[in-house]
């Protein structure tokens, strides 16, 4: 069949590597690159003043160990070689006061008294930290229906800091957490602690589009201006916005879900229902080299993902502190970080890179028909993919991939 693939993020591009041999394939890309929110500096990012030994990601960065397991058979599939970590997060207050997390605790006090102060510090947070956890073990999938994150967590400072882990998870501001949806954030939550491990992909994640690449045999379009897709009872129309009209068996919508309405071009009742609540977010992340502002807290120890209150009114960003994860020399290469939302510390001057994101904007509304969008995929020739219909990470994306790969064998 003649298929065209709307998107070359992590799931368009899985699709796209999964049906390659059954199908006449057609990526059409909006970018002028490849990969969506997998940014790697010196591979899909180029013109970024870094040593060209080094490549740093800049979007996508780390994948659960244990529960991404479609994950992990895509990169065994395609040869792509992993390591493994361990991650530690602190959290730093407006106020100045900063928590150590569990591992920076065990590994990075520089005596007993200090771990003895740090741990003190801990107690209440990690008594909040279980509490949470007992209700979350407890709680069903459909109790988590239609709930937002914030009847889990409220303002406790264990609560502040999960949700800024989820801030840092899903790239969306501190602000529109509260609204995120718990069937998202609560399985997420549940099996992540100080004890996950984390991969990354060596090489930086757009190595494993480079093998997709390698065996693709469609054609692919990027700085695509599609105008409208139509369905027909016999197929797909794709109207480019110069005016040409491309015919398709099949088309797979790989974006994100906001996306969705404003390409179809014949929606129905039931298109407009599961995807009319989806909004865009729109966020930036740098790339910089400056952790002077940490010597404000007293700290010269940068986890992998410490996070920060910026001020007292609920704004916060993270700070990735990339040589940890990258194992990059800090004394032969400066420090670079992956920040978001940190403008305020950073000196404009160390600032090596800006990314612009699009990811969507999870909250209550939006999800409430992904399992209609899942259950309808194939009717009308159109499906969907994306991380969006699974846990909003890779694993929903490249899952999400591997279901319609079955609809189309
Ligand atoms: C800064 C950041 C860090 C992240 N870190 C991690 C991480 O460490 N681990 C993890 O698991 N997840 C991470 N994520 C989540 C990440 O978004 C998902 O893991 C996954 O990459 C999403 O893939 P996707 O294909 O669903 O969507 P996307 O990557 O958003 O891909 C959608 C594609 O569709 C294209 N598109 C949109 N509209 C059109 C159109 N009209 N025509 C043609 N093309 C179009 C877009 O340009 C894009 O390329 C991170 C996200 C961000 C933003």
Redesign the pocket.
Known sequence: MKIAI???????MTTAYLLNKQHDLTI????PILG???RTLNKNVTGVELDSKLVLDC?????QSEHFPNFHKLMNALNVTMEQGQTSSELFLADGHYYKSGAGLLHHCKNLREFLTEAQKLFPVLKGYLRFLFVAFRTTPKELHNQPVSAYLDGEIHAVWLKMLLMYAY?MPYQKIADFPAEIAIPLLRHSSMFTKWDRVVGGVYTYIEKILEQFDGEIHCN?N?QKVFRTPSGVIITMKNGENLPFDKVIF???PE?VLN?LGDTNEDENRRFSAWQPNQ?E?IIHTDVSFYKHFGVSYYSEFDVFQTDTHGHCGYNAYLNRLYAIDAAKYPHYSLAYNMEKYIHPAKIIHRQQ???PLYSVDAVRYRHEVIATNGENHTYHA???LGEG???G?ISSAFAIAELLK
Do not use: W
């Open positions: 709307i998107g070359a993020g992590a799931a368009g059409f890309e909006k970018q969506g929110n997998i979007g996508v960065l780390e994948f790239s695509a599609i790989a974006v994100t996306q390409l966020i992340t994101h699009n990811t994306g991380a969006y990470l890779h694993e994306a």
